[in-house]
Every structure is written in structure tokens, then in C-alpha cells.
């Protein structure tokens, strides 16, 4: 019995040992390496590339990806120099913000096919690119809707006579423009006497040319300006406050930068997008040639709650809201979007 026990030791303590130059031996996985690239306007726009960072951090982190972002001062023209140093920096997985970006990536994917390519915005053919699209136009419509209807409200020391509200996007594009259409559409399905003020500020980084072009909308007459532009909307928010009228915020909850003076905002969830795609890759799910499409039923796309403004907003108003929007996700309503029909007769110019 005693042979036996001493044995079964022996074996034991060979095992444990094997085992021990088994663990040395076999060589440990490297950790899945993701990268995001910023859009124009950068990190602290308190927007969009602000919001998609949240989400790249913290799926990163709950997936045990090493996660690296990329910005670059002009990411427009630097644009291909940046994604070729991504592609070749060891990183499985790359997330464009940029829209620009657009054009060049497939070449750029074909040349790194062992990287997983995810674009946020458009879709983009390529069969190692992902395409996260989000119904902007249908959050913006509802935006326009409820601008239509305010500014035509009595007893609203924010709100003038004149039947006029503003749009200000960051630069003239297609992807700036599914905003700004649905937003006219919006507006112009309540009530079409309404003019709606339109321009561009040409940056999505400086607040002063925000607020430059709010203050000529205001002074002619518009209660209510949607921004979507970026870093350069902050100045439009700050104009709202000080001519004591509404801004309408865009991407993230951007109520609470003047509380009161931001009737809505616009929410485009760029973090759940970027949070689908890095899931999806760090559970080995297939990404290249995918379409992601996020949208009001979602909860990807849509308005703030009225946190700060819902005393200042009629029941009526809040309830012809709601069921615009429980019309488009039925599929009862349709809001146009310039990606896919081009552009209005409407909008044109």
C-alpha cells in the first residue's frame, strides 16, 4: 500500500512539472490591438468624437482590446497618411470617424486585407470594411417638427413673432446635409410658411464662427438654431443663451450646456455604433462587408428627453412629436436622406 501511495506522489510531481514546461513553452496570444481615428473638430467637442471615444474606451476595456485613438490636427489632408500608418501599427481592427475618409478607404483596405476597416456614416464596399449607418435625417426631422411648432407659441419670452427658425452645418456635404434635410422636412411638413435660415460655418472647431452665424439668425428674425457642427456649436449654444432664445444640440445630450436655452438635442449615438463593431471584433464575429443600420427604434437616433425645457414645451406639442416619431418607425412616414435619393428640389444649391 505504501508503494502505491508513493507512486501515485511520483506521477504527481511529473505531472505538475510537465505541465510547468507546458505553460513556458506554449507562447500566449498577443492582445487584439483596435484603433480609432477622430473626426474634424477633435477630442472635447463635447460631441460627436467625444461621444464615439466613450464608447471606443469602454468597449475596449470590457473586451480586453488595447485600444489607441488617432487625431490629427487636419485629418482631412492627412487623411491617407494616417490610415497607412494604421494599417501597418498592428492593429486588427481600425474605426473611421471622418467622413472625408470616404473616398480613399477601399484602396487603403485592399492594401492592409489582414485589417478590419469599420467606417461610421456612409457605406463603403469592401469585403475587410464595415458600414455603420444611422438615420440622422429621421432625428433631425423630429428636431424640425418641434421647432415648427414652437415658433409659433405664445407667451414664450424665447420665442418672437416671426415664423422663422436656423440650421447651421459644419461643412456642405452629403453627410451634413442628411441633417439639415430631414430638419427642413420637419419643419416644413408643420407648417410650410416657415423659413428656415440655413448656412455653414466651414469648421467643426471654432465656437466663434458658431456663434458669429447664430447671432446673424437671430437677428433676423429665428427663435431656434440647430447646429451640426461640432466643437464650432458650442458658440452657437452660447448665442442661444444670450439672446435668450433656443439652441437645438446634435450627437450627444447637449442640454446641459446652457439648461434652458437648449430645447433639444439631436442624439446620434456614435458610441453605440462604435461599441457594435468592437464587440463584434473581439468576439470573432464576422465585420467585412457588414451594414449596421441603427436608427429611432434603436434608441441609436432621436431627442432628449426636455430635461431642462419641458415646462416650456405644450403637452400638445410633445405629444405631435411622439407619434411623428412612432410614424416614421412604423414605416408610415418616410424622411428623405440625401445618401441614398440625392438631393431635393427643395435643397437644392
Known sequence: MR?????????????????????????????????????????GDESYNDLAMSGFTAATKEK???????????VVAQGEQLLRRAGTSGYGLV?????????????IAAAYPNVQWAFLNNKIDGPNIASVLFAEHDGSYLAGALAAMMTTQTGNPKINADKKIGVIGGTKSVGIDKFLSGYIQGAKDVDQSIEVLTAYSNTFGDP?????????????????????????????IEAAKKNNRYAIGVDDNQDKLAPGFVLTSVLKRADLGVRRVVDAYADNKPLGGQVINLGLADGAVG???????KNE?????????????????SGQLKVWNVIDQGYPAWLQG
Do not use: N, W
Open 64 to 74: 480586453g482590446v488595447e485600444g489607441q485613438h488617432i487625431e490629427s490636427s487636419d
Open 208 to 236: 466663434t464662427k458658431g456663434s458669429q452665424l447664430a447671432e446673424t439668425m437671430f437677428q433676423q428674425g429665428a427663435d431656434i438654431v440647430y447646429h451640426v457642427a461640432g466643437g464650432a456649436g458650442a458658440g452657437v
Open 95 to 107: 474605426i473611421d470617424l471622418e467622413f472625408s475618409h470616404g473616398e480613399i478607404l477601399p484602396t
Open 3 to 43: 508503494t502505491r501511495l508513493v507512486s501515485l506522489s511520483l506521477l504527481s510531481v511529473v505531472a505538475l512539472v510537465a505541465a510547468g514546461c507546458s505553460s513556458e513553452t506554449t507562447p500566449q496570444a498577443p492582445p487584439k490591438k483596435a484603433a480609432l481615428v477622430i473626426a474634424q473638430g477633435g477630442l
Open 303 to 309: 431627442l432628449t428627453d426636455f430635461e431642462f425645457t
Open 313 to 329: 414645451i405644450p403637452e400638445t406639442v410633445r405629444t405631435k412629436v411622439d407619434e411623428l416619431k412612432q410614424k416614421i418607425i
